[in-house]
Nanobody
């Protein structure tokens, strides 16, 4: 089993920055892909970014390319999502997810077996 805990959410004005953290514990050696998703009420959960933990290859949704950066600190079993130039449309509940898979379907929620509880990000105009 793997446990994921997100932190770092909050409220910020448009153009600002936030860094989300996803701390993993448990059977972390089995994990190969960690992703960030976001969801707003009434909409489907959307894949934002993912990282292949074995080689640090990264993946991004078009809507966040150039603004968000996903990274990992293997020593701390933590994955980060640095979010810059935030827009009101980035407002959502952000979830961290992990799986033994190799990020082949990184943007699909069904591809991840472990999920955190979510952290709220609110961007005001």
């Amino acid at each position: 089993q793997v446990q994921l805990v997100e932190s770092g959410g909050g409220s910020v004005q448009a153009g600002g920055s936030l860094r989300l953290s996803c701390a993993a514990s448990g059977s972390t050696a089995s994990i190969n892909c960690v992703g960030w998703f976001r969801q707003v009420p009434g909409k489907e959960r959307e894949g934002v970014a993912a990282i292949y933990t074995g080689g640090s290859r990264t993946y991004y949704a078009d809507s966040v390319k150039g603004r968000f950066t996903i990274s990992q600190d293997n020593g701390k079993n933590t994955v980060y999502l640095q979010m810059n130039s935030l827009k009101p449309e980035d407002t959502a509940l952000y979830y961290c997810a992990a799986d033994r898979g190799f990020c082949g379907k990184w943007s699909r929620p069904f591809a991840f077996g472990y999920w955190g509880q979510g952290t709220q990000v609110t961007v005001s105009s």
